[in-house]
Structures are given as C-alpha cells and as structure tokens.
C-alpha cells in the first residue's frame, strides 16, 4: 500500500489544521506519526477501521481527532489548538494500532510539513 499525505502549513498557536492520508489500496489500521528537526519520528495517533480502536499520545490527546473516510479510503488527522511544539513533519503508514499504542509501521508516506508559529 501506498500512503499520499497532505494538508500540512504555517498556523498560527490556537489554530487548526485538517491532514490527510490518501492510501490505495486496503489496510486495516493507520497511524500518524511526527518528526520534529533533531528528534525521533513518534507515533501520534491511530485508528482500526475494523475495531473503531483509535489510540491518541498523551501530548495531543483532547486536541487531535483520526477519522477514515471509506468511500475514498482517505485517513484524516484533525489537529485543533495547535501548540509550537507540534511543529514537524507528519507522516502515515500502515501499523497495528490498538487503544494502548501502535506497533511497527510500514509503508510510509513521504510526510507533510506543520508549522506553528506566530
């Protein structure tokens, strides 16, 4: 499976932004995940389209929201009162995903840009 992401830019602290993920063809679970410059790529969200399972890190849970689209197999991240410290590169990929975290991810996207900042 091949991920497209889209939807990142510059927004302002308090802002939101909407990404997303374009898969072609079927996977069951997919997570988002982030990498700030210097730092490690970290898992941020994910969601089992057969379970409705989703998983949220503590640092956006209550702010970020993962949703699928099926008609058009399209994985969606809604990022609300975003902070600096989101500030990264988001990407996708296909991953086991249950409420308690995700496991080893696979075909990654090629990521999309966040920045926050005022």
């Known amino acids: 499976v091949q991920f497209v992401e889209s939807g990142g830019g510059l927004v302002q602290p308090g802002g939101s932004l909407r990404l997303s993920c374009v898969a072609s063809?079927?996977?069951?679970?997919v997570g988002w995940f982030r990498q700030a410059p210097g730092e490690e790529r970290l898992g941020v969200s994910c969601l089992n389209r057969a379970s409705g399972l989703s998983y949220y890190a503590d640092s956006v849970k209550g702010r970020f929201t993962i949703s699928i689209d099926n008609d058009r197999n399209t994985w969606h991240l809604q990022m609300d009162r975003l902070k600096p410290e989101d500030t990264a590169v988001y990407y996708c990929a296909a991953v086991p995903c249950d409420p308690q975290g995700m496991g080893v991810a696979r075909d990654w996207g090629q990521g999309t840009q966040v920045t926050v900042s005022s």
């Open positions: 063809g079927f996977s069951y679970a």
